[in-house]
């Protein structure tokens, strides 16, 4: 599924983001950047966050045939009716109504509004709607982990902060603050609009859901914990979504703009290939199920009757398999 919407996003980015190298490294982060690794990648639970990427593309763009009406339809509504965050959206939905006023767009915000209505009576047909803890140190989260893991990415920025806090990761952050700054001073118009608002967008998504649901989760103390990450997925792709934009828009030659787009999508590549391999905080410490089978295989007595418990992880979890099965495998 998330691939399916990387796709989507490549195709629905075409009239924001000109360069043709730059426009697929955004589709490459929605689908492989390290953020994702911890807790979105092979589950469908968390593919809200990409999904919610896509219907703020499926809302800017401006449909063209009836497959870019169906296709943005489809991910507005979905995205509106998967988290109540979608209505930080209403403003780019009346924006495109506004400034267009055509047939194509009204269907594509209606759908979008639709979804939104539902959203609102689920919404009020529950009780528990937050907020659920404390928020505090926001700034400080946000700098190790937004800007820090779109500098580094995830296992940059824990190296770097374990290794020495602030005073390693924060730099990073600072000079992607003001390599953000340098492309706003050197756009014009539209895509200097655009990148300002998407950077917006980093800052709002992050400070939003964890203003309801509270930092504990992501509390960043000695060690850089690699949990809840999925509150940075969204920031991060807006971050990079504004310096995507902002470069292929840069007033500045054709060959100029082509070196620094590689230059983006080269940082992303490597962030990407240098964080490839993640621990499951859950899974990854857990006892290897072939010896504990072994093990737990020598409590039958050489009997096939009755089962016994094999641990996994997490622990205290545990799986009843019987005698036969466990004596069958240690024969192997």
């Not at 080269?266 to 072939?290: C, F, M």
């Amino acid at each position: 599924a998330g691939s399916l919407i990387a796709l989507a996003v490549y195709h629905l980015t075409d009239q924001a983001i000109e360069s043709r190298i730059l426009r697929p490294a955004l589709a490459f982060a929605v689908a492989l950047h390290p953020v994702l690794a911890g807790e979105n990648l092979a589950n469908i639970t968390n593919i809200l966050w990409v999904l919610l990427f896509a219907t703020f593309w499926a809302l800017l763009r401006r449909p063209t045939t009836r497959a870019d009406i169906v296709l943005a339809a489809v991910i507005v509504f979905l995205g509106a009716t998967s988290t109540t965050l979608a209505v930080v959206f209403l403003p780019v939905a009346a924006w495109a109504l506004w400034s267009r006023r055509e047939v194509s767009t009204a269907v594509v915000v209606s759908s979008y509004g639709i979804g939104l209505f539902l959203q609102v009576i689920a919404y009020l047909s529950t009780s528990d709607h937050g907020p659920e803890g404390h928020a505090s140190g926001l700034a400080t989260l946000y700098f190790a982990r937004v800007l820090g893991v779109t500098a580094v990415g995830t296992r940059g920025a824990r190296d770097l902060w374990n290794s020495g806090g602030r005073s390693l990761l924060f730099p990073f952050g600072g000079a992607f603050i003001v390599l953000v700054i340098v492309l706003v001073v050197s756009n014009r118009g539209i895509p200097r609009a655009l990148g300002l608002v998407t950077a917006a967008y980093s800052v709002v998504l992050f400070a939003l859901p964890l203003s309801i649901r509270g930092t504990a989760p992501i509390t960043l103390g000695s060690v850089f914990t690699e949990g809840d990450q999925r509150y940075a997925v969204l920031p991060v792709l807006f971050l990079i979504t504004s310096l995507t934009i902002m470069v292929s828009h840069l007033r500045c030659s054709p060959r100029t703009r082509a070196i620094l787009g590689c230059v983006v999508a080269a940082q992303l590549v490597t962030v990407t290939a240098l964080s490839i391999h993640t621990k499951n905080s859950d899974r990854s410490d857990g006892p290897e199920w072939y010896p504990e089978l072994i093990a737990t295989a020598r409590l039958c007595d050489g009997r096939p009757v009755g089962t016994r418990e094999v641990p996994i992880a997490p622990a205290p979890w545990q799986i009843p398999i019987s005698c036969r099965d466990l004596l069958s495998v240690a024969a192997h």
